[in-house]
């Protein structure tokens, strides 16, 4: 059998719609799974595709049928099972192979990794790649992190399955090691944000206004041929519209109200304050997935302390403004944490590629990140995309609506996390003058910590002991 280009481990939901993907783009692959079953059902899925796909049942029969120097794709769950590959795999692999991790790694670990595997001599990629089943199968969105001889050795390849907008290939080298990892990490970030804004706005017409599901998602639907159109809004929009076969309800009637999570929100989190940033937006929509999942204690609580919801008025223009408003800032804190991190990891990320490589293919894939990307391009004021000048429009004109929604849905007894911790990053922001120096005079007078003084060089204490 002819040695393959790339080869492929782990046939999994994402591994085996990668396989095909690269199959069908006439591109040679060695398949291998840990459970052999699993290459058969891939063979049988791929039809006449199955002849690009070259199975092997053994690790060494897989990297023996890989070309020198090898590229070989990991798409098994992050954490141990990539270290246990990684220590079965070292002894079996050669100087200048390349070894590439496509799951959702936490990029300490892929730091950690490429570490590794470059004291032997060996290539080691972190693959951020998003989309779904679909986007794997018919083009991802890919976020590269590794060396630029990687790069060119994978670049022809991962540019012939990604996804496309209007003919650009959406995947790039962002820097080296880590950064393909952490720059999929804050796609979802911004992910759990975008949809947590989608399920508020969701109950408050819902809860607020008493519309059914398909209603809500016929006026979703109509907002998707808008400025608001995304990915996650459309699959919003039809979803709000199917019904159980079983009961005849609306589906989501049916669902329970408690979501899981595997984690990337929550490291995007973790790293912003590591980084002495701040992802409020996100860190609001990690926690109501947290509380979403207290369904015991929600109860318990509702009984105790009540869980009244006020009808509310408000029109759908203005929801979709505040949502348009929520969604910038929601954004903007993502692509903080980038710069942030490029910043201080040294890492010269591209804020720009990134929102075009995001365009198409991956989750969050919307009309905004078209914008965004023309405002990077643009260089904004301080790297600041609530400075760039066709961003500033928007939100002068879309906040307004924001925080009418807010303060109705507070009001009315609605929980709006994302909604108002976006608003509240806004107000906290556009404030040149805040409230800290409060904060300063209590450090001071509590522990003697100094603060500064307007208009004057050094450090000062207060009056406070005298
Ligand atoms: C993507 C998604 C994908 C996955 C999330 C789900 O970009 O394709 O983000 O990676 O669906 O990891 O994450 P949670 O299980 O944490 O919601």
Same mark, same amino acid.
């Given at each position: 059998m002819a040695q393959a280009r790339i080869g492929l481990y782990g046939l999994g939901t994402m591994g085996s719609a990668l396989a095909l993907n690269l199959a069908e783009q006439g591109i040679p692959v060695a398949i291998g799974n840990r459970e052999t079953d699993g290459i058969g059902a891939v063979l049988d899925k791929a039809g =006449? $595709? /199955? /002849?690009h796909l070259h199975p092997h049942e053994t690790l060494d029969g897989l990297v023996a049928g890989l070309k020198v120097p090898r590229l070989l794709l990991l798409m098994i769950p992050s954490d141990a099972p990539v270290d246990e590959m990684i220590a079965a795999l070292l002894p079996r692999l050669a100087p200048e192979d390349t070894l590439i991790d496509g799951g959702n790694a936490d990029f300490h670990d892929t730091r950690r990794r490429a570490a590794l595997l470059s004291g032997h001599g060996l290539h080691y990629v972190g693959l951020g790649i998003s989309g779904g089943e679909a986007g794997a199968r018919h083009g991802p969105s890919m976020m590269f992190g590794g060396s630029i001889e990687s790069w060119d050795r994978l670049r022809d390849i991962l540019m012939t399955i990604a996804a496309r907008y209007e003919g650009d290939p959406?995947?790039? !080298?962002?820097? =080296?090691?880590g950064t393909g990892h952490f720059v999929k990490t804050v796609h979802n970030g911004i992910e759990y944000a975008e949809m947590q804004v989608l399920a508020e706005i969701y109950g408050l017409l819902h809860y607020? /206004?008493?519309?059914?599901a398909a209603e809500i998602g016929k006026l979703f639907e109509t907002w998707a041929n808008?400025? $608001? !159109?995304s990915y996650l809004l459309e699959i919003t929009a039809r979803l709000l519209q199917h &019904?159980? =076969?079983?009961?005849? &309800?609306?589906?989501v009637d049916v669902i329970t109200d408690s979501a899981g999570q595997k984690g990337t929100g929550r490291w995007s989190v973790i790293e912003a304050l590591r980084l002495g940033q701040s992802l409020s937006t996100v860190e609001a929509a990690v926690a109501a997935r947290n509380w979403s999942a207290e369904k015991d204690t929600r109860q318990a609580v509702q009984a105790a302390l009540g869980g009244a919801r006020d009808l509310l008025e408000i029109d759908a223009p203005t929801l979709s403004e505040a949502m348009l408003a929520a969604r910038i800032l929601g954004h903007a804190q993502g692509f903080r944490l980038l710069r942030t991190a490029s910043e201080a990891y040294d890492w010269g990320l591209d804020l720009a590629r990134i929102a075009e490589i995001w365009r198409a293919g991956c989750i969050i894939r919307s009309d905004l990140l078209s914008e965004i990307a023309t405002a990077f391009r643009a260089e904004p004021p301080g790297g600041e995309l609530i400075l760039a000048p066709q961003i500033v429009p928007v939100l002068q004109r879309s906040v307004p609506a924001l925080r009418q929604v807010v303060s109705a849905a507070v009001a009315a007894g609605h929980a709006v996390p994302v909604l108002s911790a976006a608003l509240q990053w806004h107000d906290t922001m556009r404030q040149?003058?805040?409230? /800290?120096n409060i904060l300063q005079a209590q450090r001071d007078m509590f522990g003697r910590h100094g603060f500064a003084r307007l208009g004057r060089e050094g450090v000062f204490h207060g009056p406070w002991w005298d």
């Open positions: =006449p $595709l /199955a /002849a959406c995947v790039d !080298r962002m820097g =080296p090691d607020g /206004a008493v519309w059914p808008g400025p $608001l !159109r &019904h159980d =076969p079983e009961t005849g &309800h609306p589906m040149g003058f805040g409230t /800290a």
